[in-house]
């Protein structure tokens, strides 16, 4: 059984092995969802997750025989580097089955720590399988990434830190994968303070815990797909379902493209980079996915910063595109000298900035004299992209 008994000792074990992260006001983030936003920003905790709680306390209390024979555990990332540094730290071996699709930073990190990675085909559900399956043949400890009362305890303590922080906190809004996280949090700060609301967020690319809550079962997903990795779970947890059905009181979906928009948001506004897992919650904050939170303080959790940069510059081109910094536009024109710079000009003079400037010979069908030009272009917001259509419109050309 889960009790604050457990997730104060687990505090107490934590104490000089983790950091208690910051919760960080932000007045611009505040001002555009409309409740004051406090951001715990656990992507500065050490491995760059709030992972390193949860393995780090269940590790803190595996017998000298289940030590000496190893632990392993499976993630996509970020548990993986929790375990492998808790393993380092008590001077024992750790083997990580992870997705074949998982970062390249993250395996590269995990492996840094002195954890062996065994990548395994397929998803988060897939590298579970191989982890249990290698448990049985050679008696190594299976450290679970959410379905454990001492892991769930040790997430737990980002609530007793929140609440000791701001007392008169009056939502906290976390990601959701397997419901380690939000579970142990909810359990936390609703045993101490009943009336504080604690909402999860899921991208819509695996909402399992959702689906789960919704239809009072555990419902296994055939698949998923998001950009969030680190919530890319097919099906939550057994204890985690019951302390979510119980504690949390609601989940709701995000799209990737609001997740990209959530961590551009984040660069520009807060110098802070999150991974998409870590901005699902600011995601649903931003686009007001939970109106009982209007006017309210609001903790929204930053769970993990482990983004792999190579695929950073596509989240933020999407989350470009997502909040109208940036659009292509198509025009048709009449292919003679002059029309190029009367475009750009147009452009110019609304505030906008060519960056991409792609020029076609016209399609069957249309005039032999025609041609297109697809024009790539910065902008300020959508009101912008609909100011420089306008004017364009207004000076004679055709937008396709």
Same mark, same amino acid.
């Given at each position: 059984m889960l009790t604050l008994d457990k997730i104060y000792h687990a505090q107490y074990v934590l104490k000089d092995a983790t950091r208690n992260t910051d919760i960080i006001y932000s007045p611009v983030l505040s001002e555009q969802s409309g409740c004051e936003v406090y951001l715990k920003t656990e992507n500065l905790q050490l491995t760059g997750s709030f992972k390193i709680r949860g393995a780090y306390y269940k590790i803190s209390q595996?017998?000298?025989?289940?030590?000496?024979?190893?632990? @392993?555990a499976c993630s996509a990332g970020n548990h993986a580097q929790g375990v492998a540094l808790a393993s380092k730290e008590f001077g024992i071996k750790a083997k990580i089955c992870m997705p074949d699709g998982a970062p390249i930073s993250k395996v590269e990190a995990t492996k840094s720590y002195g954890a062996e990675v065994i990548p395994v085909k397929g998803v988060y559900d897939d590298a579970h399988s191989e982890a249990e399956r290698l448990k049985e043949k050679y008696g190594y400890t299976f450290i679970h990434p959410f379905d454990d009362e001492d892991v769930i305890a040790g997430q737990a303590t980002i609530g007793l830190e929140i609440l000791n922080e701001l007392k008169d906190v009056d939502a906290i809004v976390a990601p959701v994968g397997g419901g380690g996280l939000i579970s142990g949090i909810a359990f936390a700060?609703?045993?101490?303070?009943?009336? @504080?609301?604690?909402?999860?967020?899921?991208?819509?690319?695996?909402p399992s815990m959702a689906e789960s809550v919704r239809w009072r079962k555990i419902k296994t997903l055939s698949t998923v797909s998001t950009i969030a990795d680190g919530i890319a779970v097919k099906e939550p947890g057994v204890n985690t379902f019951e302390l979510c059905t119980k504690f949390v009181d609601g989940i709701i979906t995000v799209t990737d493209e609001q997740v990209s928009a959530a961590i551009l948001a984040l660069i520009e506004k807060q110098k802070m980079i999150a991974e998409g897992a870590g901005a699902v919650a600011l995601a649903a904050i931003m686009y007001k996915k939970i109106p009982e939170i209007q006017g309210k303080k609001t903790v929204c959790l930053i769970s993990g910063g482990n983004i792999d940069v190579t695929i950073l510059s596509r989240v933020i081109n999407r989350g470009l595109l997502m909040s109208g910094r940036c659009c292509t536009l198509t025009v048709e024109l009449v292919d003679k000298p002059g029309q190029l710079t009367d475009v750009s000009k147009i452009i110019s003079d609304c505030g906008g900035n060519v960056t991409g400037v792609l020029h076609e010979r016209s399609n069957e069908g249309s005039a032999i004299n025609g041609c297109y030009l697809r024009i790539q272009i910065e902008t300020r917001n959508f009101e912008h992209i609909e100011q420089i259509k306008n004017e364009l419109k207004a000076q004679g050309f055709k937008i396709i």
């Open positions: 595996l017998s000298e025989a289940e030590k000496a024979k190893g632990v @392993i700060v609703k045993s101490l303070n009943p009336k @504080i609301k604690v909402y999860g967020v899921q991208s819509d690319g695996a």
